[in-house]
């Protein structure tokens, strides 16, 4: 199982970005899919969440410029970011709660690889 995630990049304050993580492998379902991001020597922290019903969740600091949805069909999430901000640079990681088995008994968590988003002043 992997997810891969993909979209960052170099961009200046005010502009737009959109973030995308695909989802691969032997899962029956996923449950919440999310974005998380991290700067060095600052924990990660959760930009948006959405549930498998489609509820939304967002860090304080979105503050309505992004948008987070899932593609069910295609097991992806994305972002979209408008807005940006010099202090939105960090690496971007996607994860989703995966569903094993059918009974939904067995689910684990995976993250996917990263990617940089940098906003420029």
């Known amino acids: 199982v992997q997810l891969q995630a993909s979209g960052g990049g170099l961009v200046q304050a005010g502009g737009s970005l959109r973030l995308s993580c695909a989802a691969s492998?032997?899962?029956?379902?996923?449950?919440?899919m999310g974005w998380y991001r991290q700067v060095p020597e600052k924990e990660r922290e959760l930009v948006a969440i959405i549930t498998s019903n489609d509820s939304t969740n967002y860090g304080d600091f979105v503050k309505g410029r992004f948008t987070i949805s899932r593609d069910n069909a295609k097991n992806m999430v994305l972002l979209q970011m408008n807005s940006l901000k010099p202090e939105d640079t960090a690496i971007y990681y996607c994860?989703?709660?995966?569903?094993?088995?059918?009974?939904?008994?067995?689910?684990?968590?995976?993250w996917g690889q990263g990617t940089q988003v940098t906003v420029s002043s």
């Open positions: 492998g032997s899962i029956f379902s996923i449950d919440h």
């Open positions: 994860k989703a709660l995966m569903v094993m088995t059918s009974r939904g008994d067995i689910r684990y968590d995976y």
